[in-house]
């Protein structure tokens, strides 16, 4: 009885279509700082860790207190004189290799995984820009109130200690910052959105309000020094809107 020689089963191999990787996140961080040496080192060190890999240069618009020296010893430092929060960023812009430009106050703290959040976001190619909400690092019922606003659009909800986000095709389109006395936040989210009821345009693209909140100082408030642009304690947003800025401080913006 003859018996048919067995033939093997040679398996065949499959190629599975992977899916294609995304592209890492190119971003980099922006701080603009004026005489902030007493807060400088503990924020920079968390902003360190925070970062990681993401590039972070430091903007000094001539600090008188250290605050130079300082930021030397953690992140790449220019300095911009005479101080102005607007030409500092857009100098801080110009020195960073990056697709997305988050600007951030020194005396605000991003979450730690911000960078997910922000993403997440622009993996809608019609976010062009965007902030985080904010939170304060004082339980003032007034400060808890904004904090909870600012989960809502609208351009007067959200200013530039929110950390601002931008693709940089926009910002360069837009002309960066204007070299303003103050209230370069507001200007700048102003001609990002279209003009409208509560400026919920789209002037660019659109402007995407994050679920993560970044935490800023609650520092009492002291008016500007005469041809200071940059100090380091907050005015007040709700005062700063009904100021008209000084006509000495104001420099003449490029044709």
């Not at 370069?184 to 679920?211: I, N």
Request: net charge positive; glycine share 8%; with cysteine.
């Amino acid at each position: 009885m003859s018996v048919a020689p067995a033939i093997a089963e040679q398996e065949v191999p499959r190629f599975l279509a992977t899916p294609a990787k995304a592209a890492p996140l190119s971003l980099g961080i922006v701080l603009p700082v004026l005489n902030e040496a007493a807060i400088l080192d503990r924020a920079l060190v968390r902003l360190q860790q925070v970062a990681g890999e993401f590039p972070v240069v430091v903007v000094d618009g001539g600090s008188t207190d250290g605050t130079t020296e300082i930021a030397r010893r953690y992140f790449p430092t220019v300095v911009y004189t005479p101080a102005n929060r607007g030409a500092q960023m857009n100098l801080g812009a110009q020195q960073i290799d990056a697709d997305v430009l988050l600007f951030l106050h020194a005396d605000s703290e991003l979450p730690v995984d911000f960078a997910a959040h922000i993403e997440r976001a622009l993996a809608d190619p019609r976010v062009v820009a965007g902030c985080f909400q904010l939170r304060f690092d004082a339980a003032r019922p007034m400060l808890r109130f904004y904090s909870w606003c600012t989960r809502f659009p609208g351009r007067f909800l959200h200013f530039g200690d929110q950390g601002y986000f931008v693709r940089r095709e926009v910002f360069e389109a837009m002309g960066g910052y204007r070299e303003l006395p103050f209230m370069e936040d507001v200007d700048f989210l102003r001609r990002l959105l279209a003009p409208g009821f509560l400026g919920l345009g789209q002037r660019h693209g659109k402007f995407a309000v994050l679920p993560a909140a970044v935490t800023t100082s609650a520092r009492v408030p002291t008016p500007p020094a005469p041809n200071r642009r940059n100090g380091p304690n907050r005015i007040r947003r709700g005062a700063r809107r009904n100021q008209r800025a000084p006509r000495g401080n104001m420099r003449s913006l490029p044709q």
